[in-house]
């Protein structure tokens, strides 16, 4: 048995979802995928993966030696880059999952201008609002907002966020504008399905007590973005982060109320499972966002451009939970 290429075989398994895809990435046959794997098995004297006709699933001894198989890879990659180039550039495929939202209006760019600078680098990206598993579905990293997840995974923070409350000039210029937050009974207000209370917006006050505040109207969704877009069109107030609502309010289409009453901001972070290396895409790519949202186009006047200075990592030890507006 060839350790490297049956190790290789799984790894590609797991990350795949399906011997047939793992066959195609590696460009031999499913049998010979199937084949290397049963051997792997076999020298280990363990089940690695649980088979089935619709799925393939790790096992827990399967977990633990994938953990260590992703590692084991990524050295010996980077030792092969660094001996040809002598140094280490990043290169190769990069598996990254994002909120929809914040991957359409900001990953995309900043993925085409790091390719630009870096073609060797190739991604592989998952849209979604699920809270996916890094290491059980083998993504390299995760842009997150809020909470980065589980005690496996360490968090690069890159920027900041903050939720606004906001709606269009012509919204405001029939209907009295919201001095305080107890104000947005008398207004439609426009609702966002992943509120963590439903119905409910998260205020704070000048000495910084934090209290919600109950709303309500004919427009709910589950896409930030087209909340705002509605907001845009008169429809109602709006409390969504600047991120999605900034530019709108930077150009006046969109004008910002019940400043004062903001809550806490929230980080953004790259989230990555906390391995004893980190590989050198991910650590370039880390230190790509990090520069380019410094200058992020989404804060609005009055909000902070520059994240804090750059800290260690944060290493999650709080249950799986993250925010889900994107």
């Known amino acids: 048995m060839d350790r490297f290429n049956a190790i290789m075989a799984f790894a590609r398994v797991v990350e795949s979802g399906s011997f047939a895809r793992a066959a195609a990435r590696l460009d031999i046959s499913v049998s010979a995928v199937s084949r290397q794997v049963a051997e792997l098995e076999s020298h280990l004297d363990t089940r690695l993966l649980n088979r089935t006709t619709r799925r393939v699933s790790l096992t827990e001894s ?101 939720l606004i409350c906001c709606a269009a000039p012509a919204y405001l210029a029939r209907y009295a504008e919201p001095k305080r937050p107890e104000d947005l009974a008398k207004h439609t207000c426009l609702t ?21 505040v109950k709303i309500g109207g004919p427009f709910h969704a589950n896409s930030g973005h087209f909340l705002s877009a509605l907001a845009v069109a008169g429809a109602g107030i709006v409390f969504e982060p600047d991120f999605i609502v900034g530019p709108d309010v930077i150009a006046g289409r969109l004008k910002q109320v019940l400043r004062g009453y903001e809550p806490a901001p929230a980080n953004i972070y790259l989230a990555y499972p906390s391995r004893r290396h980190l590989s050198a895409k991910v650590r370039a790519f880390a230190d790509y966002l990090a520069e380019r949202f410094t200058q992020a186009d989404w804060h609005v006047d009055g909000m902070p451009r520059v994240p804090e200075p750059r800290r260690e990592p944060v290493v999650a030890g709080t249950p799986r939970a993250r925010s889900r507006r994107a």
């Not at 966002?192 to 919600?212: C, M, N, S, V």
């Open 62 to 162: 399967g977990r633990m030696f994938y953990e260590r198989c992703v590692q084991l890879l990524s050295d010996l990659d980077e030792a092969e880059q660094s001996a040809r180039a002598g140094s280490v550039r990043p290169r190769g495929t990069l598996r990254l999952t994002c909120s929809v939202t914040f991957g359409e209006r900001h990953l995309a760019p900043a993925i085409a201008d790091f390719v630009t600078r870096f073609p060797e680098m190739r991604f592989d990206v998952e849209l979604s609002d699920r809270a996916a598993d890094l290491v059980d579905e083998g993504f390299d990293a995760a842009l997150r907002i809020g909470k980065i997840g589980s005690q496996h995974v360490v968090g690069r923070r890159l920027a900041t966020t903050r």
């Open 192 to 212: 966002y399905e992943y509120l963590p209370i439903r119905h409910a917006w998260p205020f704070r006050d000048a000495q910084g007590k934090e209290f919600t």
